[in-house]
């Protein structure tokens, strides 16, 4: 029994029990003690044997003893880079109260007055060897795990982030490069997987995670679309554990290319999308300019958002029996089996532009406009429609 687990236990006894402790085996100079001064005294002072026989006592069970042999096994992937870096990589995820618990959890004191790059440092400069990879044992998969939630929410449509384009901007070198759009913010993610750097990839984000090389949601979504272009095996990859499941909630990802180089060298243009979601046909069109050919009014919605003071006034139509693809310069270009057929689509129309053409509910219309996953509605919609036909009047 380590002096973590130890010390865990006695933390549930009140400090009117702990000096009954101390009382009954003859430990002195308590009385003056805090609570985990007191705790660290018994710790310190009586064998295992003896303290197992109070937990007893008090009606503790510790938790299972796991041991370091067993640790290693676990947490072991063949991985080159050193636990202490790999540690400093994979803490930046978590929050400072997260971090504060880990504090708590192996017994670090002093930690209150660090920031939480400090933070990071300091629980490392106070951990053992040994301590690091009970730690990896206890938070690596925990961490890891909700990165990927987070990065398939993103490629679902689900997140305050979405997916604005993905571009391989050097094919030989698997360079990636990942924009992501939230409210009123952009993030660019970089990322390069390959042969001669899978130990420990080129990676850069402009969120704070990511920027401090840690593995944030945007460098997930990278990491998928890389392995799903075949730019390296999943059985080479050692830097991180995976989740078991990692295949499965995979799956159903698909990539699609939006748009055919010009050149060899000049970057390829990609969408990533979920076939399990119902809107993923919308998914590989965020962000592209793109034509209604066809779509019947269904319903219909006066909205007003306000930002920075200023209250604006939309329609929101849902509109069925819908027929689109990407927008055409050239009719010659147009090409019927392009197109994809939805049940629903939402559209935003300006207060002007819906009253000029005096829209109501079984109107057939036909548009250019530009789809979007709107962060504030929490959908994918037509906007920046500048022009209507009403095909059925």
Partial sequence: ???????????????????????????????????????????????????????????????EVISDKEIKKTIETGRELDERTYLNYLLQSLTKDELKEICRSFNIKGYSRFKKGELIEYILDSLAEEEYRRLLYDKEIEIIS????????????????????????NKDKHDVEIVFSGMNWEIVSFLSIREQNINNPMRDCDCRIGGNMGFCSHFWVGFIFSLKQGFFNRADWTLTRLPENFEEL???I??????????????????????????????????????????????????????????????????????LGLRVKKKSEFREEDLIDLDLLNVRLSERLFEDNNLKRGNKLKFNGRLDRDDFLKMYIIKNIRKITVLNE
């Fill in 1 to 63: 029994m380590n002096k973590r687990i130890i010390t865990n236990e006695l933390s549930s006894l009140k400090v009117s029990e702990l000096k009954d402790i101390c009382r009954n085996n003859e430990i002195s100079g308590y009385s003056s003690l805090k609570k985990s001064e007191v705790i660290n005294l018994i710790a310190t002072s009586l064998e295992e044997d003896h303290l197992k026989n109070i937990f007893k006592e008090y009606g503790i069970i510790p938790e």
């Fill in 146 to 169: 909700e990165g990927i939630r987070i990065a398939i929410d993103k490629i679902q449509g689900k997140d305050r982030e979405s997916i604005k384009s993905i571009k391989i901007v």
């Fill in 254 to 323: 698909k990539i699609d290319e939006t748009g055919a180089p010009a050149s060899e060298t000049s970057e390829e243009n990609f969408s990533i999308v979920d076939k399990s979601t119902e809107d993923f046909q919308l998914a590989a069109y965020n962000g592209k300019a793109i034509t209604v050919y066809e779509g019947i009014i269904d319903a219909i919605e006066k909205k007003e958002q306000e930002f920075q003071g200023v209250i604006t006034v939309y329609y929101l139509l849902d509109l069925k029996d819908v027929k």
């Fill in 250 to 252: 995979i799956q159903t």
